[in-house]
């Protein structure tokens, strides 16, 4: 099973926009990951948030975690077609790491 | 820095024929993941090692499944037989020096299965 959910399942927005994918999750968590995947590619680390950690930046990335509701939202700003990707949270409890099925987010140009 | 190394990046086999796919982590990184990603999925952990031991192998399907890592470096992931079932991406990670930092994924390995 799967920790981390993500919501949307899908996002389709125009390039210049900003796009806010959520991820929540069960139990407690030591950190929380948030990856980006291109179509037929491996994985690539975004952002790494601990559970004593509100808030992060990363450029145009910026991601929350709160770990009373358990969920955390990644936003990326100003949006270009180059994001277009799938993007997936991963959450670290105890000695497991699960991954979440993913947003898949479209950028139009 | 080289990043992850995986290969074959592509393989084709008839079911009930072994398999076998190799990572070669970055250098330096003591922690190694396996894991398999069907599609439209997250990545699902099979094993993942610390040097040469697994330490979290309770996602592996031991009954046809198996991995090595020899020295603490290179790590091979092996299906034997295959099943219809096992297609999908089987990608490697490493990290630095604990499961909680971040991992540096390779390009994976796509299987099919007929």
């Known amino acids: 099973s799967q920790q981390g959910e993500e919501d949307p399942q899908a996002l389709s927005i125009q390039e210049g926009e900003n796009a806010t994918m959520n991820c929540s999750y069960k139990?407690?968590?030591?950190?929380l990951q948030w990856y980006r995947q291109n179509s037929g590619r491996g994985l690539v680390h975004l952002i790494l948030i601990r559970s004593n950690e509100r808030e992060k930046h990363s450029g145009r990335l910026r991601v929350t975690l709160d770990t009373s509701k358990k969920s955390s939202s990644l936003l990326i700003t100003a949006s270009r077609a180059a994001d277009t990707a799938s993007y997936f949270c991963?959450?670290?409890?105890?000695?497991?790491?699960?991954f979440g099925a993913g947003t898949r987010l479209f950028v139009k140009a | 820095e080289a990043g992850v190394v995986q290969s074959p990046r592509y393989k084709i086999i008839e079911k009930k024929q072994p398999v076998a796919f190799w990572c070669n982590p970055i250098?330096?990184?003591?922690?190694l993941y396996w894991y398999r990603q069907n599609l439209g999925q997250g990545p699902e952990l099979l094993i993942r090692y610390e040097n040469e031991e697994a330490v979290d192998d309770s996602q592996l399907p031991k009954d046809r499944f198996s991995a090595e890592r020899l020295k603490g470096v290179d790590s091979t992931l092996k299906i034997q037989p295959a099943e219809l079932g096992d297609s999908a991406v089987y990608l490697c990670?490493?990290?630095?020096?604990?499961?909680?930092?971040?991992?540096?994924f390779g390009p994976g390995t796509r299987l099919l299965v007929l």
């Open positions: 250098s330096g990184h003591n922690t």
């Open positions: 139990t407690s968590i030591n950190n």
């Open positions: 990670a490493s990290a630095g020096r604990t499961y909680q930092e971040t991992q540096y």
């Open positions: 991963a959450t670290i409890a105890g000695f497991k790491t699960i």
